[in-house]
């Protein structure tokens, strides 16, 4: 099997949270290159040598590193579009500069390559009891009685092939009804929100904290025959940020969050504030070692599960 190697460039400071997010996209395994070590090893033990050679200190100085490696599969793209995803979440809320400049980088691999080679890992797939999902690239002859979603998710996350999105979707397939009121948290590609109003959702709103996502969304939307007088798609971070909360401000009856398990939590405390009487909350992105934290605190907000569902690694969580 080929992989990739995945850096983030960090600080000190930031291989902690860095790591956790990488944990909660369900890596176990990763490299920690810290600059400040190197340095105090470098001071606390200069009694043990009389020379140290001047490139070894170059190629040590510099910034702290952390990186993991994805199968290069369909499964690992998946799991680099999340990489990127919560990475790019992290810098939004690292206002200090505190975790470095938490850019990603990908070993061996141009950007441009990258983003057309996973095109090759994604094809037809069955989702549920309604839902077929289609890159918009490829055409599909055999007769269904499905509705067809096509996509074309661009470097962002979801394309269905992630067992958390399948999660969503076979829950939003239950709770659905027609003229249902939608919002989707970490929208990524529009998937779960596009998806809920082929369901016959009556109009639904999403918000992603990665700007490229709004544009996405809206192509796919549209791919789908899907109007924005019905969708509407913001950037920004609902935790943090006054204008998307004012935005997004009304009361849902189905709110989805497919994301990881800290961004849910942080969402606990105020994702009742968009719940209509009798509304439920899809949660997803949960690693099974962190559901019963999620569990945990959906509770201490006055959640009452009603559902779980896991497949592999990964946990679906549904509330009241």
């Known amino acids: 099997m080929d992989w990739i190697k995945v850096t983030i460039y960090t600080s000190s400071e930031g291989i902690e949270p860095v790591s956790g997010r990488l944990y909660d996209t369900g890596i176990t395994g990763i490299e920690i290159e810290d600059e400040q070590d190197f340095k105090d090893f ?46 790019a979440e992290l810098k939004s809320l690292d206002t200090d ?16 390559d990258w983003a057309n080679n996973w095109k090759k890992y994604f094809h037809p797939m069955e989702i549920g009891e309604k839902i077929l999902i289609k890159p918009e690239w490829e055409e599909y002859k055999e007769p269904t009685d499905r509705i067809i979603f096509n996509i074309n998710p661009g470097m962002t996350f979801g394309t269905g092939s992630h067992y958390t999105t399948q999660l969503c979707i076979e829950e939003l397939e239950k709770y659905i009804r ?9 929208c990524g590609s529009g998937i779960l929100s596009i998806i ?15 700007p490229n996502a709004v544009d996405i969304a809206y192509r796919n939307a549209e791919m789908n025959g899907v109007g924005r007088e019905h969708y509407k798609v913001y950037a920004g971070n609902i935790v943090t940020d006054k204008a998307v909360q004012k935005a997004l401000f009304g009361k849902y009856d189905v709110i989805c969050a497919n994301i990881v398990a800290d961004v849910i939590i942080a969402l606990a405390p105020i994702v009742r504030e968009y719940m209509a009487e009798d509304a439920v909350f899809i ?11 999620v569990f ?20 679906a969580i549904v509330c009241r």
Do not use: C
Request: proline share 1%.
């Open 42 to 87: 470098l001071e606390n033990n200069h009694q043990y040598w009389d020379y140290v050679d001047e490139e070894l200190i170059r190629q040590k100085e510099g910034e702290t590193r952390v990186s993991a490696y994805v199968s290069d599969n369909a499964a690992g793209h998946e799991t680099l579009k999340e990489i990127r995803r919560t990475i």
């Open 97 to 112: 500069g505190a975790f470095g400049r938490l850019e990603v980088e990908l070993d061996n691999m141009h950007e441009d």
């Open 178 to 186: 027609p003229g249902s009121r939608m919002l989707d948290l970490g």
């Open 196 to 210: 809920s109003l082929m369901l016959g959702a009556g109009e639904a709103a999403a918000v992603d904290i990665d």
């Open 283 to 293: 949660t997803s992105g949960i690693i099974e070692d962190r559901a019963d934290e």
């Open 296 to 315: 945990r605190v959906l509770s201490q907000n006055g959640f009452e599960v009603i559902g779980k569902k896991q497949r592999k690694d990964w946990v």
